[in-house]
């Protein structure tokens, strides 16, 4: 493992010949990368530490939540929580955010809409922390409740909407992040689109941008102002705790530990990583013309995950023979181990698929539509770690 001062590397020679949005999107890139390097960055080898490195990790289904007709339907669940004890909770659509316990038996919706008090017109996200649960969602505002579903404590989000999706809650901390809105001013073309750290007074009086972070992507101004805009990552932040959050915004391997009391970066590290390439169109965000030309390579971090006081970097590797490439840090960014996990849900070519899922507990939380359309939630113990 060595460190490097980033901020030396100068990006050149980045005019490409395979389209305007290819080439620029890169050059944003690197810069981007180049810009927050005037610290250190921490440079692994890329091998782990761990002897055992490389294994593969089979999954053994435990536990599984179908639709029964009483009391909800499967919409579309993401965000799968897990308390500690084992109640599954998440957001289903737009108004169904639904509580199980520990042995997948449906507890209730704790979605009710309207304005008044404990009610939503529409949910943006939930979370769950180990006595209460947590919604936010419209009009401006989160909705805590215990694990019976009593509605302990609303708190309407003043000073305008602060960004969508929860990175952390608990009676002391309240950490949300998003995407701000575009400046528009430039016309159609490459800018950077914020997005946010936003934190949360315990009484919801006040709010503050804690931290901000660029993504590169395509903006279209409409006759009139109405804008959309394509981009092909976005902000991915986990919280070890309710202070040190790891995160990763750039399309390349690069994770940063963004302390909330120093409201700044504090570490960056990678470790070398064989990007895959493309094999089809559309980015994170679509947009509503035609936009640019894709980038080569898919971004090289799939999602984020703490597991044990420890980051697990689901990478975007996926192999027929293997499963999913899983990379493991600690806290002090040092590369200590990967693994391959056995993907049970396969793509239309009959591939291991990307799937994402939660870990918690030792087990992998995820959502499947078998095929004849039913969605199904999987709890499967990890075997093999």
């Excluded at 610290?39 to 435990?62: C, D, F, H, S």
């Excluded at 309710?242 to 570490?267: H, M, T």
């Excluded at 999602?303 to 490439?325: F, M, N, P, S, Y």
Aim: charged share 25%.
């Amino acid at each position: 493992m060595c460190i490097r001062d980033s901020g030396r590397s100068i990006a050149k020679g980045l005019l490409m010949k395979k389209g305007l949005g290819t080439s620029l999107i890169t050059l944003m890139g690197l810069l981007s990368e180049c810009a927050l390097g005037f610290g250190q960055i921490v440079e692994n080898p890329a091998t782990p530490m761990a002897a055992n490195a490389g294994r593969i990790v089979t999954l053994k289904e435990e536990l599984r939540i179908e639709d029964t007709g009483e009391g909800y339907f499967f919409k579309n669940p993401s965000s799968i929580r897990v308390s500690p004890r084992g109640d599954i909770f998440f957001r289903d659509g737009q108004e169904q955010a639904l509580l199980f316990d520990p042995k997948g038996r449906f507890v209730r919706n704790l979605f009710e809409k309207g304005q008044g008090p404990g009610e939503l017109t529409s949910l943006t996200d939930t979370w769950v922390s180990p006595d209460r649960l947590y919604l936010r969602g419209n009009p401006a505002k989160i909705l805590i409740f215990d694990f019976e579903g009593n509605l302990i404590k609303e708190l309407p989000l003043r000073g305008g909407t602060p960004a969508g999706r929860f990175i952390w809650a608990d009676s002391a901390n309240l950490l949300l992040s998003g995407p701000g809105r575009p400046d528009p001013s430039g016309g159609t073309g490459l800018i950077d689109v914020p997005w946010d750290i936003v934190a949360i007074t315990p009484d919801g009086t006040s709010q503050e941008r804690i931290g901000s972070f660029s993504i590169s992507a395509f903006l279209e101004v409409e006759a009139g102002g109405t804008i959309s805009w394509t981009s092909w990552n976005q902000l991915q932040v986990v919280a070890l705790n309710g202070n040190s959050l790891f995160l990763n915004s750039s399309p390349g391997y690069l994770i940063e530990n963004f302390v909330r009391d120093k409201k700044a970066v504090v570490l960056r590290f990678r470790r070398p990583y064989a990007r895959q390439k493309r094999t089809g169109t559309g980015g994170i965000s679509s947009s509503r013309g035609s936009g640019p030309v894709a980038p080569d390579f898919w971004p090289d971090i799939y999602a984020l995950h703490i597991v044990d006081g420890r980051l697990w970097v689901q990478t975007w590797t996926v192999t027929d023979e293997k499963g999913i490439l899983f990379d493991v840090f600690d806290a002090e960014g040092r590369y200590i181990d990967n693994f391959y996990l056995q993907s049970l849900i396969k793509n239309v070519d009959g591939k291991p698929a990307r799937v994402r899922m939660t870990i918690a507990g030792g087990c992998a939380y995820f959502k499947e539509e078998t095929s004849d359309g039913l969605i199904v939630i999987r709890k499967c113990r990890l075997v093999g770690l």
